[in-house]
């Protein structure tokens, strides 16, 4: 198989891989909201749950790093891509779709 197919088959991964992690990182900070929200509809303590609480930050700080590793992943690729002599651009583009609506996707190239 030529470089350049599986160089893409490697961005489709990460990219995938970067969304995940965004993602859970979006959901989690979701999570943290809706605990807080509930804990003021019920009228509970302050101090009730606090300890899932300060988990779920340490979750939210666990993810953050992983989005910080990633995107050193996403730098070394991108450095290795040009080692192994591929020139062509990779990853996402922002491409315009005319559904009528103006609707922006990103499509790999």
Known sequence: MEKVFVAQQVANKL??????VDGALAEAAELMSAMIA??????ASLVFADDCQVKLMDALKALSEARTAMVGVHHELYEAKLRLGIRTKMGLEDKKIDNG????LRQAV
């Open 15 to 20: 990219i995938a891989t970067e969304h995940a």
């Open 38 to 43: 509930a804990r003021k509809d019920v009228n």
């Open 101 to 104: 609506e103006g609707v922006t």
